[in-house]
């Protein structure tokens, strides 16, 4: 059974602490939309001394966020899952109006993994009240690399709903996806500078079995495309096997000519880069940790993946 949060306290006037204590009890699911009353429940807990899971999502959950959820529920602690498509992260409007959204179902996959999963979907003006717009952070040469440099502003969005969403759960665990490396290394640097307490868990990419990296995004490729995307992975792999033999230009031309040739691919970026500082690299280092990353447009859909080489 799972009923909004809200609407019970309006019915019955309980107190939302109560509420939450009671939930446990009697096996309702949490669903929260208003930040004060998560703030209130989040309160309680940790005056309990139980520890706070935050799983950040834009829901449309996949595979890849439920391999997230379990690892989380593996902590035995309090779960939350955050449900809220920023709209400051996407450049383009028809983008984020296009961005698939699917409360009901997302909420029917939690309750099936566990009912004690507690759910925060807001609506953008709970969030932003009357000005929906990112504040400025300095990630350095971070913002104009990559996903950077083709979604500009799009860190800045991310940064502004990630320093909300910890301000309001100041979770001791957060759980993000090694798909969105770069994104992984900007919120390393959140937490470094202002979130000191909070503990990052970085979980594998989850794949289709054809080894494209599972993504909201998937849902908009024909059947022909999806498998066809399969190159993405593929390449990561070749240059992965072959990063001790062909140098990188030669690398980077062979996978760029193999994508491209491909009716409706093209290659957007594909970097090899160091996995901390995500500084280029040219030549092989043998003390340096090296990754590829990718991104390839299908019919206009962008596709991001990466891969461990060295
Ligand atoms: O990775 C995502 O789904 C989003 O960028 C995040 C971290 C939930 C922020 O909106």
């Not at 939930?23 to 429940?41: C, F, G, S, T």
């Not at 794949?207 to 990561?236: D, H, P, T, V």
């Not at 970097?271 to 092989?284: C, G, Q, V, W, Y």
């Amino acid at each position: 059974m799972y009923l909004r949060f809200t609407k019970l306290q309006n019915l019955y006037k309980i107190d939302i602490k109560v509420l939450s204590l009671l939930a446990v009890k009697v096996l309702l699911m949490i669903i929260e939309n208003k930040i004060k009353n998560v703030e209130e429940i989040i309160k309680k807990n940790k005056i309990l001394g139980n520890k706070i899971c935050l799983i950040p999502t834009m829901g449309s959950l996949h595979k890849g966020h439920i391999s997230l959820v379990k690892e989380a529920l593996k902590m035995g602690e309090m779960v939350w899952v955050s449900i809220f498509v920023n709209p400051t992260q996407f450049n383009e409007l028809d983008d984020y109006e296009k961005y698939p959204r699917s409360l009901n179902d997302d909420i029917s996959k939690l309750k099936k993994l566990s009912h004690k999963i507690c759910i925060f979907s807001p609506s953008t003006k709970e969030i932003y009240t009357n000005k929906v717009k990112s504040d400025d952070f300095d990630f350095g040469f971070l913002e104009s690399i990559m996903e950077g440099k083709f979604r500009p502003n799009h860190f800045n969005g991310v940064a502004t709903i990630v320093t909300k969403l910890f301000e309001i759960f100041i979770p001791d665990y957060c759980f993000f996806g090694e798909k969105d490396y770069q994104q992984v290394v900007i919120i390393k640097k959140i937490i470094e500078t202002n979130f000191k307490e909070t503990k990052m868990i970085i979980c594998d990419t989850i794949r289709e079995k054809n080894g494209l990296a599972i993504s909201s995004r998937n849902c908009f490729l024909s059947k022909k495309k999806f498998m066809e995307s399969a190159i993405i992975y593929k390449m990561l792999v070749f240059a992965r096997n072959n990063i001790n033999k062909i140098n990188f230009r030669l690398l980077e031309n062979i996978i760029a000519k193999k994508i491209n040739e491909i009716s409706g691919f093209e290659l957007e970026y594909l970097d090899f880069r160091d996995a901390n500082s995500l500084k280029k690299i040219s030549t092989i280092n043998s003390k340096k940790h090296i990754r590829a990353f990718i991104c390839v447009k299908v019919n206009g859909i962008r596709l991001i993946d990466n891969i461990e080489l060295k």
